[in-house]
C-alpha cells in the first residue's frame, strides 16, 4: 500500500475540531510549579531527621525486605542512577514526601548503621557489611553522593497536587488503594478513618496479619464499614470509585460523634456475641474483606432497626452454616447482588425470630 494510501485511512480533523481540542488542553492545564533540588545524601538525612522533610503519615509503613533494601544501597554505591523523590511544599514550609519514603527511610537505616547488606547481586564483597563497616573513605564519599528531587511548590492547588500523587502512584507495587486515599483525601476525614483503626476493640476482633496491616488494610476496612452501612444501596460495579466517591464527599461534611458511636455499638455487638469476633475460628489469624463486610454492616443495619438488638436465633447456627461460607468464600467485591447478599444475609438473620 502506497504511503499516501496508508494516510488516507487515518481520519482527518477540521480546523476547527483542532482547536476544541487545543481549547480543551488549555483548559484542563494546571499550574504544576515544581523545583529540581540536589542534596548530599548527608544533608538529605539531616533534614529528614530534623522534620524538615517528613514523611506524611498516609504513606505506608516500612515494608522494604533486607534484600531490596541491600539492592538500593549496593546501587548507591556503585554510581548507579537512582530514582528522584518527589515531594510536596506543605502548608507550614516543610517538604512532604511524596514518592520516596521507603528510600529515603533505607538511607536513614543505613546510615544509622541498622540495616546489614543481603544478597548483593555485584558487591558480593560487602555482604554482611554495615555502614560502618566501610573503609572511612567510602562513608565519606557516601555522605557527599547527591541525590535528586522533584518538589512540587506553593503554587499548585489542592486539585493538582492530588492528582500528582494519583498519577505517580499508579502500580501496585507502589501503593494500595487505601494508600492513594490517604495522599489523595488527606484531611480530618482520613484522621477520623485512622483513630478508628486504632481503636482496640476493633484489632482484637479482627485480626490482620502484619503485611496487610503495613498496607493500611485496617484504614480500608473501617472506611468499608462506614460507606457500606450508610451507602450500600446506591454501589453499582466498582469498589474503588464507590470508597473514593464517599471519601471525597466526607472529607469536610460529617458527624464523627454520630460515627464513632455507630461503629463502637457494632463492636460492642459482635464481642458480645460473636464467638471469634469477625474470625471464622480462633486458628484463624486474619479477617477476610468479605466477611467483615458481612457482619460488621449486617450488624448495624440491625442495631438501626432495633438498638437493643437481642438475637433470638442462636447466632452459631448460621454463622457456621455452609451457606454462610459460600457468600463469605469467594470476594466478587465488585458483584452488586453478592455484596447485598452477605449484607442482608446476616441483618436478616439477626432481626429474624423464626
Not at 499516501?4 to 476547527?16: V, Y
Not at 566501610?134 to 492530588?162: F, G, H, V
Amino acid at each position: 500500500m502506497a504511503k499516501d494510501e496508508q494516510l488516507s485511512l487515518f481520519p482527518k480533523f477540521t480546523e476547527e475540531q483542532q482547536e476544541r481540542a487545543e481549547q480543551q488542553i488549555t483548559t484542563l492545564q494546571k499550574v504544576v510549579d515544581f523545583e529540581i533540588r540536589e542534596y548530599t545524601l548527608e544533608l538529605l538525612i539531616e533534614k529528614y531527621k530534623e522534620g524538615e522533610i517528613f514523611i506524611p503519615k498516609y504513606q505506608r509503613e516500612y515494608v522494604w525486605e533486607e534484600r531490596r533494601a541491600s539492592k538500593f544501597i549496593e546501587s548507591l554505591v556503585l554510581g548507579l542512577p537512582i530514582p528522584y523523590m518527589f515531594l510536596a511544599d506543605s502548608k507550614d514550609g516543610r517538604s512532604e514526601i511524596v514518592d520516596g519514603s521507603q528510600r529515603i527511610r533505607t538511607l536513614d537505616y543505613f546510615l544509622k548503621n541498622d540495616l546489614q547488606l543481603q544478597n548483593l547481586e555485584k558487591l558480593t564483597e560487602l555482604e554482611s557489611f554495615r555502614f560502618n563497616d566501610l573503609p572511612l573513605s567510602r562513608q565519606r564519599r557516601l555522605r557527599k553522593r547527591t541525590i535528586r528531587l522533584i518538589e512540587l511548590t506553593d503554587k499548585a492547588d489542592w486539585e493538582t497536587r492530588k492528582d500528582v500523587f494519583q498519577r505517580i502512584n499508579t502500580t501496585p507495587v507502589n501503593l494500595t488503594d487505601m494508600e492513594k486515599r490517604r495522599g489523595m483525601f488527606e484531611g480530618v476525614f482520613s484522621d477520623f478513618i485512622d483513630e478508628c483503626a486504632k481503636n482496640q476493640k476493633f484489632r482484637i476482633l479482627c485480626p490482620i496479619n502484619s503485611e496487610r496491616g503495613d498496607r493500611s488494610e485496617r484504614q480500608e476496612l473501617v472506611l468499608r464499614f462506614f460507606a457500606y452501612t450508610e451507602n450500600y444501596m446506591n454501589f453499582v460495579h466498582r469498589v474503588d470509585d464507590f470508597l473514593n466517591d464517599y471519601m471525597k464527599e466526607k472529607q469536610s461534611n460529617f458527624d464523627a460523634k454520630k460515627m464513632s458511636e455507630m461503629f463502637e455499638d457494632m463492636l460492642d455487638f459482635v464481642d458480645r456475641h460473636f464467638p471469634y469476633g469477625f474470625r471464622k475460628s480462633t486458628n484463624h489469624n486474619s479477617t477476610p474483606r468479605v466477611r467483615f463486610e458481612a457482619i460488621a454492616v449486617g450488624v448495624s443495619l440491625a442495631l438501626k432497626e432495633n438498638p437493643v438488638l437481642e438475637p433470638i436465633i442462636p447466632i452459631k447456627t448460621w454463622l457456621n452454616s455452609k451457606e454462610f461460607e459460600d457468600i463469605t468464600t469467594t470476594d466478587a467485591a465488585n458483584n452488586r447482588k453478592k455484596l447485598f447478599g452477605r449484607i442482608e444475609f446476616v441483618k436478616e438473620k439477626l432481626l429474624s425470630s423464626e
